[in-house]
């Protein structure tokens, strides 16, 4: 099928992946492997490193400074400081945004090196990082750069002789907990708008996929961002991430990741100060296809809604509902389509799915292959690792799937499908809403009144009507039920982190309220 070689040798990679395709790439030189902290590169308090992991061959790519506690509360002391006395909040919304344009104009200029530090440490395509994954991280920058100078409150028409007026005014030092999936997307979907209210914040990247970010905060002290402003402390969930949830000083936390470890985050902070928390969490997104659909246009979509980022997204279609009209002929295509996707060395242009992210996320893949094996669904295809080195994963495909599988009701996290079959437009949006999750959904059709009716029925965050993965900067996304709440992208992502103060004087003889 795909026979993979990939060897480094004085930083360059050279690998084939289908037997006639050669490529050659240079890997970066790890420039940054410490924490950054006020505007200083750092090693962590104690003394510790971790290592991050090239998941193309299991290799260490570097040793990244463990931060901790102390850390964080030298990171949170920098952000306190930049908030509460740095020029960053007081500056005009107009200086902000001229800071946040050259941030991400610096972006741009290092955007091959970027794209390789993401392939490298999370298996993404590096093809799709320059051109899809970095130019978004600058483009969310110009985005609410083009916002900070638009941040206005509203004149109140009072009841009575008041007059009233509100204020929109940055929230503070915020925590930023970012997972391993989309390192330099999430980071900007998340840093940008918080620069632009006028926050001052500290990040903490995945442990698994450090690199990017302590790249950003490199590039933000180029641009003239003040130091304080934006801190990356690197480590794990369970010290570096908990502290900054029960931090006493933080007064809100985003954070994107499993539904598990956001309710932990969300407990801290009511314990802690009672900070503001904004979650996106986990899905098991439902993609109905129906009787009048283009067999081909379905299929391709299926398929990108479970196998694009190797299934490691969390608003990933893994329940893919069929009417039964099309449900034989979809599932053929289906399946030759799975069999010709092509996985390998995410550097090499031909290939469509890289490895998963981790040894552990790639055990965890499989182990839910075999539930659902054990548990009577149909493996279609895939279903196998690949090659002897690396955490590559088939394209799979279950069908006779119940509701009560296990595969049907948790999220996977990989390329794993699960198919099944509905007869009408009411059993499928029960089906679609027989989930503890709402993230996604997707819907292809060529009746409007179909699609209009199961957009408004499917309780979830986004709908997708005859495409999939539709994201866009100004377009709100965010869960409803399990998959968190609080929305990134648009206005609503600047909303976030701001607070409303209203201001109220009376008025005196005047003739008119």
């Not at 490691?312 to 799975?338: F, N, P, T």
């Not at 499989?366 to 088939?394: C, V």
Request: glycine share 8%.
């Amino acid at each position: 099928m795909i026979n993979q070689h990939s060897k480094i040798k004085d930083r360059e990679m050279a690998g084939l992946t289908n037997g006639s395709s050669h490529f050659h790439i240079n890997i970066p030189t790890i420039k940054f492997t410490k924490l950054f902290i006020n505007g200083e590169f750092l090693d962590s308090v104690s003394g510790k490193t971790f290592e991050t992991i090239d998941p193309r061959t299991g290799d260490v790519i570097a040793r990244i400074a463990e931060g901790d506690k102390e850390d964080v509360d030298l990171a949170v002391k920098a952000a306190r400081e930049a908030f509460d006395h740095g020029p960053w909040p007081r500056m005009s919304g107009a200086a902000r945004a001229r800071i946040m344009m050259k941030y991400a104009d610096l972006i741009d200029q290092n955007i091959e090196e970027l794209a390789a530090l993401d392939t490298i440490d999370a298996g993404k395509l590096y093809g799709w990082g320059k051109a899809v994954d970095i130019p978004s991280a600058a483009n969310h920058l110009r985005y609410y750069a083009g916002a900070a100078d638009k941040i206005h409150g509203e004149v109140l028409k009072m009841s009575r002789e008041l007059q009233g007026y509100t204020l929109r005014e940055p929230i503070g030092v915020v925590g930023h907990i970012i997972p391993w999936n989309f390192p330099s997307s999430l980071f900007f979907s998340k840093v940008s708008p918080a620069l632009a209210a006028g926050c001052t914040m500290v990040v903490k990247p995945a442990e698994q996929t450090p690199l990017s970010a302590l790249f950003y905060a490199h590039l933000a002290k180029l641009a003239g961002i003040p130091d304080g402003v934006i801190n990356v402390v690197t480590g794990y969930g369970p010290t570096a991430g908990a502290a900054i949830a029960s931090h006493m000083d933080i007064d809100k936390v985003s954070f994107t990741g499993s539904t598990e470890v956001g309710r932990s985050v969300m407990k801290a902070a009511a314990t802690s100060n009672l900070k503001q928390v904004s979650l996106e969490l986990g899905g098991k997104s439902p993609l109905l296809i129906f009787d009048d659909a283009d067999i081909n246009t379905a299929a391709d979509l299926a398929l990108l809604g479970i196998l694009y980022n190797k299934g490691e997204i969390c608003a990933a279609s893994s329940r893919v509902y069929v009417q039964e009209g099309i449900y034989d002929e979809l599932v053929q295509k289906l399946v030759e389509k799975a069999k010709a996707w092509v996985v390998g060395d995410p550097f090499d242009p031909n290939v469509r799915q890289g490895p998963q992210v981790d040894k552990q996320q790639h055990e965890k893949i499989l182990s839910y292959i075999e539930h659902g094996k054990r548990e009577g669904a149909t493996l279609l295809t895939g279903g196998k690792p690949l090659f002897e080195k690396g955490y590559f994963i088939e394209p799979t495909i279950f069908t006779d799937v119940k509701e009560d599988m296990l595969i049907a009701k948790d999220e996977i996290f990989g390329p794993v499908m699960s198919l099944m079959k509905f007869k009408t437009v009411e059993e499928a949006i029960e089906s679609a809403n027989n989930t503890r999750y709402g993230l996604a959904a997707g819907i292809v059709t060529k009746d409007l009144n179909v699609a209009n009716t199961i957009s408004r029925s499917i309780r979830a965050g986004i709908i997708w009507i005859n495409c999939y993965f539709a994201f866009d900067r100004d377009c709100p996304y965010g869960g409803y039920k399990m998959s968190g709440f609080g929305r990134g992208y648009g206005m609503e992502a600047l909303h976030k982190y701001l607070q409303v103060k209203s201001v109220v004087t009376p008025i005196y003889n005047s003739p008119w309220l």
